[in-house]
């Protein structure tokens, strides 16, 4: 947060394998072996007085971008960090789909992956790193 705070860089390595996998509200056996990255721009940090101590302090990030998926063509890929002072991380990951004529999106893929930070030693799943 110190480092966000005072305008320096950060990125986000996701390594995926390491999280557990949540397909339509349902726990999956397995996550797949995918590794992503982010560079965290935009933030957004919620101190728990904000929800009268009901959850914890988090800050979440967010970005979309157009890629070329071989089973849905082009997609908007949409991911949002939520990082919890527990040090428990929160991954949304979507393909949203453009309908024709319409500001809608269709959503062809929606999965949340639920981790740990990686603090050097648990081998958590994911980690921040400041440029």
């Given at each position: ?19 557990k996998l949540y397909s339509e509200g349902r726990e999956q056996p397995?996550s797949p072996n995918a590794i992503g990255g982010m560079d965290i ?67 062809v893929m929606d999965e949340t992956f639920k981790g740990k930070m ?14």
């Open positions: 947060m110190s480092a966000l705070n005072t305008g320096k860089s950060v990125k986000a390595v996701i390594y995926y394998g390491k999280c397995e721009k935009t933030y957004e940090y919620f101190d728990s007085s904000v929800f009268k101590g009901k959850v914890p302090s988090f800050v979440t990030t967010s970005q979309t971008v157009l890629i070329n998926h071989p089973k849905y063509g082009y997609v908007y890929n949409y991911v949002k960090l939520k990082v919890r002072t527990d040090n428990s991380v929160e991954i949304t990951a979507r393909y949203l789909k453009p309908r024709k004529f319409s500001s809608k999106f269709k959503v990686n603090d050097g030693v648990n081998d958590g799943a994911v980690s921040f790193f400041i440029e």
